[in-house]
């Protein structure tokens, strides 16, 4: 057991999908995962072990933002051993391209945060997905049909920024989506020695104001599970 993580050893795969949602995290486990088993409810961050087509796949909750997130990575690779982490999360869409419901791929992730720089004496890291997961999920999401956007995100430590402006400056040098954690993540994996991938669907447009429902965020973006299942169960663990 870990401090916020309640599972006895061997009751974590090496493979792991992190929702930021709890809720999103039952609904996988529900819905994709045969013999599926809860081994942690500490602060309603729901974790599962299950299989997924036999091979042991595990998900668990994170919450929002980049400092929870990092607990449950940290303490998932050094508590629980995990190699393989894929972020299943949504996003705001900083690009016209970039529709409501498609599925992207973060290759990289900037930040408006200090988590990162602060690692480094204040210089810049640049946090980048593993490329193993990177092309095994373009590989299978061009086999599946599947329309995947693949480039720069932003992980922000801001939802309600002071300029609601402001992402237009990313959106200016090409960053695709916005979201909140995939930096943390990628750095974590850089510094441990794992396999990282953050995979995004759509739920809102900063460019056209469409959004999702809450309801639509934790059960609709199918593509996007589908996709970091298959994607996992590709690599070694």
Known sequence: MSIHIAAPEGAIAPRVLLPGDPLRAKFIAENYLDDAKKYNDVRGMYGFT???KGIPVTVQGTGMGMPSHAIYVHELINSYGVKTLVRVGSCGSLQPEVKIRDVVMG???STNSSMVPQRF???SFAPTADWQLVSKAAERAAELGLNLKCGNILSS???YDEDPDIW???????VMAVEMEAAALY???ARFG???LCLLTVS????TKEVTTSEEREKTFTQMMELALETVIRVEG
């Not at 237009?168 to 090409?174: C, I, Q, S």
């Not at 809102?204 to 460019?207: A, E, R």
């Open 50 to 52: 299950g299989t997924y």
């Open 107 to 109: 290759l990289s992730a």
């Open 121 to 123: 004496n204040g210089m």
């Open 157 to 159: 430590d801001t939802f």
């Open 168 to 174: 237009k400056l990313w959106a200016k040098y090409g």
């Open 187 to 189: 750095t974590l994996a």
């Open 194 to 196: 794992v396999k990282a």
């Open 204 to 207: 809102d447009s900063l460019v």
